[in-house]
């Protein structure tokens, strides 16, 4: 599970003033992994919450499985 940041574009202002940075979610799931602790919706979930909790604004999101 990978959370990268990037400032691809222009950054966008949030309400306190400060800089939006922006994200892109890639989440992917391995044959080989635990199907229910890691499903990509799992992930998903995980990567959206830790975005929105702290201030990124998700700008993509790509899924794989392997």
Do not use: F
């Not at 691809?8 to 922006?22: F, H, L, W």
Request: charge should be negative; glycine fraction near 8%; proline fraction near 0%.
């Amino acid at each position: 599970m990978v959370c990268r940041s990037t400032n691809r574009g222009a950054a966008t202002a949030n309400t306190n003033g400060g800089i939006k940075m922006k994200a892109w979610l890639y989440y992917r799931q391995s044959r080989d992994e635990d199907a229910e602790m890691n499903s990509l919706q799992n992930q998903r979930q995980i990567l959206v919450d830790y975005a929105e909790q702290h201030g990124y604004e998700i700008s993509g999101e790509e899924s794989a499985t392997y």
